[in-house]
């Protein structure tokens, strides 16, 4: 008899079959948390991608591309806050092509169309939060703002402010400990409640004795926007400002072996299927790798999967390949490469530890999500599952399955369902969260390494 069973089979830590691993990982991790320090908002992650893929010869496309050559590198910028990379393959097109898809947007706090209010001399911003946040975390926590807004004359300005350390941060008050007897009473839920995400944006009035202007402290902080920006306060009608937490990406742990920043959710899946795009040389099947926006609203809206502007750039090569889009999207396979929930130790009442992914056990296969009995789920076939795992087996990536944790205590969703909508083999494929959602959410940087290795064994098929 031996000393391990031939037959059972556990899922364990990256270091017991991937022994040397360690130096490779953190390498690559140094890259990702460059990226995603620089990528805090959807605009911003499709401006650091194009700025990359550019100096790797990849251009866009648009008309003037007629033909398609094996090793053609080309992306399509949908409206500056979803994007498409392509790499030409061998094959023909109508046999199908290899999709990645991540999503580049992250909960947040939005502001309303009309922010500004002063109260009790302290000018504040009017938030409405972006995704499925737990409200109580984001107060006193230093914020950065960013985002797009237009002018009269349709000029537009780009705004990042308080990433630097010697720019200004923004914040939400909470209730001190010592008055919160009523407060305390409320639910986790509504321990802050949507109208009390406030930001704090200025305290120091206009110094004119003879004004007939009231709110002082909003004008002056209007004016120093205007100093800075060239915006008024109607301006505020014609843009997208996101403020997201202000902190950098950092280590944690003596080891430094993982990862704390804002939005892994969905970037520390959109880093790895990055670098095995840029490194995909001429493939057997073409790649389609795709940052989306929208998902953590459902993806809605026309940056997001349930709009047509994937099917459309499809389309499009398949006019110039001259072959039929349906057949390219019946025989495709997508990997929608996005985050699991890790099992938490400290929570462990909400998973079920046999079938939860686990940090540092690699990269995650979530064969269904959805709640109440696989509702709204995409549930990957035997078919698939049975395709990928061989797939990270032979190329000897160490991967683990991942369920949303116990049944019928909530749920979730991906952009998975809206691919197998153009009936295409989809399954999930991505890192283990801890803390998801949350300011910080927390990483392996192991798991992060293998995920690349996984994109990279399913993308670069020679
Ligand atoms: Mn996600
Ligand atoms: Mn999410």
Redesign the pocket.
Known sequence: MGKKSELASEYEHILKTDKNCIDKAFDFCEGYKTFINASKTERECVSEIINIVKTKGYKELNKDITKLNVGDKLYFNNRGKALVLITIGKESLDKGVNFVISHIDS?RLDLKPNPVYECEDIAYFKTHYY??IKKYQWPALPLSMHGRIFKSDGSFVDINLGEKDNEPKFIITDLLPHLSEEQNKRTLRDGIKGEELNIVIGSIPINDEDTEIKNLVKENVLRILNKMYGIKEKDFARAEIEFVPAEHAMDIGFDKSMIAAYGQ??KVCAYPSLMAEIENVNPMKTSVTVFTDK??IGSKGNTGMDSNYLHDVIEDLADIANVKTRDIYRNSICLSSD?NSAYDPTFADAFEGRNSSHINRGVVLTKYTGHLGKGGANDASAETMAKIIKLMEDKNVVWQIGELGKIDIGGGGTIAKYITQKNIDTIDVGVAVLS??APYELVSKLDVYHTYLAYKAFLCNQ
């Open positions: 909960p995704g499925g959710d969905d998902e953590e985050v998801m959602h």
